[in-house]
Nanobody
Framework: QVQLVESGGGLLQPGGSLRLSCVAP????????MSWYRQAPGKQRDLVAA???????NYADSVKGRFTISRDNAKNTVYLQMNSLKPEDTAVYYCNVHVAGIGYWGQGTQVTVSS
């Protein structure tokens, strides 16, 4: 079992910024791609951003230029910096890692963008 612990969600106005954090076990963190997904009410869970162990990144088109994924290897933590937030970014955000074909998820953290 791989435990991922997320934090940082909240309620904010359009145009605001927020940073999410996800702590993973070190043995997993240093070897595997870490990702952030999100799921809005009534919609499927979609990939937001991912970062490899070497630091390579990829993003969903909808967040390019606004979100930044990064990792702190000393803290076993992956971050998602979200800027210029829009109401359509409202969702539960999940941290994810795939290990040996099995996907592990954090508990999710709610992000609500509303005026």
């Amino acid at each position: 079992q791989v435990q991922l612990v997320e934090s940082g969600g909240g309620l904010l106005q359009p145009g605001g910024s927020l940073r999410l954090s996800c702590v993973a076990p070190r043995s997993i963190f240093i070897r595997y791609v870490m990702s952030w997904y999100r799921q809005a009410p009534g919609k499927q869970r979609d990939l937001v951003a991912a970062i490899g162990s070497g630091g390579s990144t990829n993003y969903a088109d909808s967040v390019k230029g606004r979100f930044t994924i990064s990792r702190d290897n000393a803290k076993n933590t992956v971050y998602l910096q979200m800027n210029s937030l829009k109401p359509e970014d409202t969702a539960v955000y999940y941290c994810n890692v795939h290990v040996a074909g099995i996907g592990y998820w954090g508990q999710g953290t709610q992000v609500t963008v509303s005026s």
